[in-house]
């Protein structure tokens, strides 16, 4: 039978690889690691890297448990309850605006009631691509592999899931989609018909599709030549990121409200960032039509 | 008896006499005014200035009604009502590292509920300043400008509102206040034992008070010279900004979640920010005699 400890395991050797990876990709950059430990039970290991093709990247494990803050409880419609949370968590700002930036979250998570009577559990998770311009053939490719790891384990996951990242990774208030997305899936169980560790196994591919899906976005991107212009679009992109993460997502609330590590947190944050008011790139510009692309409901295949 | 229109009028003025007189303290910079309508009712003046002293500044003006939204008026504790709010909002990030960040707000809101027979009505504010260095004498004056304007109209509200703005103006997540911090008051309606006029007048005198409080601080931080290391320390400071804006800010929250224009609510944005991962200032340093002062709680008379 599989334990929390088995899956908590298999998440930091995924970060191992996926860290050793990228040192290669990066060729130069060597990741920093930070141990921590939550007050309330449990910690991490952050790990950092400022390279050649990586500006600002991080990578995080944790595994932390404790008491369930009520405020969530609540939202989840749980009784009180301890919580054990296990996953990893990347976000990438490459240095060169033709090279997208990437996200990437594995992640498992569980309850008991205090009465021990009541129990759950759930896998969730997501990659999805930010490119801070979009080139079709890209995305395209991108989303191919997402899709052979989705049709390995269920034919209408990857309609289902790019659907919900659509969903998910969208700037409300902009009325724009973060990137070209990819996938997003959560509270993955039982009632998925598959086995936990059918759904585990899922979890996993999607974990270990991580490095190939980005080296080739990155490899595409370096071939690519850019100069002022196209750094000032990237800061400007990224603060769209950053508006994103403050505003929206829901692992960034989640970590500060249950006393996570802020920095590990905030690691997804872009080393620099630029706001300029109402800006809107000139009409029929590489800028705009990136622009015009930041839709839900892109078929990207 | 006031209406709702003279009051909104009565803003609308405060934002021309406010812009008149930040372009004189600027020296060359000039509002540049967008006109927007609220698609649910409504609308406002933003206008936006970059200058030799302001590197990135908006002054906000608007008044906008319609039917509150459920979730507003849920956490109001409120039937089902229609909301007119208008008000001044501004926030002015300096070129110069030795010049303080400055937002103000003030506002007033009135609810009529759909029977008629139920209503509210208060006025809300505040000024707070987020020196990147802070200097003590210069966050004194600060503060001795507002109790002035606080002690006009009652004895108790400078240290109750200064309180206020110590656990609003609160990055939680970071444990640190966001700056010296000022006054913050929301909710003042005849329950202060004050009629309506009587507190229209106290907001009114915040409102006159922020051009000359912040002419003060212009004027001693321009003395003040600065090289790379200050501007680095002034981009850290500006991702901190963002975080409180983005995380924290409930006029940003309220702003979006009401549909009011993007560009107009994020005019608050620093132009440039800057996240290092762990960042700590060198011990000793004037960066970390900074830190070390934001501190809820902090006599600064």
């Not at 595409?220 to 800061?235: T, V």
Request: aromatic residues 12%.
């Amino acid at each position: 039978m599989m334990s929390k400890e088995d899956i908590a395991n298999w998440f930091r050797g995924l970060q191992d690889r996926i860290c050793r990876g990228l040192e290669e990709l990066d060729g130069t950059g060597q990741f920093h690691e930070d141990l921590w430990q939550r007050p309330a039970g449990g910690g991490g290991r952050s790990r950092v890297i400022e390279g050649s093709v990586i500006e600002k990247g991080g990578v995080n494990y944790s595994a932390v448990h404790g008491p369930m803050p009520e405020r969530i409880q609540k939202a989840l419609g749980l009784p009180p309850s301890d919580f054990f949370a296990t996953g990893v968590s990347i976000v990438l700002h490459p240095k060169s605006p033709m090279v997208p930036i990437i996200h990437m979250n594995v992640r498992y998570f569980e309850t008991q009631s205090r009465s021990g009577t009541e129990s759950t559990w759930w896998f969730g998770g997501g990659i999805d691509l930010t490119p801070h311009y979009i080139v079709v053939e890209d995305a395209r490719r991108f989303h191919q592999r997402l899709k052979a790891v989705c049709d390995k384990h269920h034919p209408a996951w990857y309609p289902r899931f790019k659907k919900w990242a659509d969903d998910y990774f969208f700037l409300k208030h902009r009325n724009e989609t973060r990137g070209v997305g990819g996938i997003f899936f959560d509270r993955m169980n039982e009632s998925e018909g598959k086995s936990k560790s059918e759904i585990f196994d899922f979890a996993k591919d999607v974990g270990e599709a991580f490095v190939p899906a980005w080296s080739e976005q990155v490899n595409a991107g370096l071939q690519r030549p850019f100069g002022p212009r196209e750094l000032e679009w990237q800061a400007l992109r990224r603060s769209r990121y950053a508006e994103f993460n403050l505003l929206w997502d829901k692992g960034t609330r989640f970590g500060l409200d249950t006393g996570g590590r802020t920095e590990s947190i905030l690691m997804s944050m872009p080393p620099m960032a630029k706001w300029r008011y109402n800006y809107s790139p000139e009409a029929g510009s590489q800028e705009a039509e990136t622009l015009a692309m930041l839709r839900k409901g892109v078929e990207w295949l």
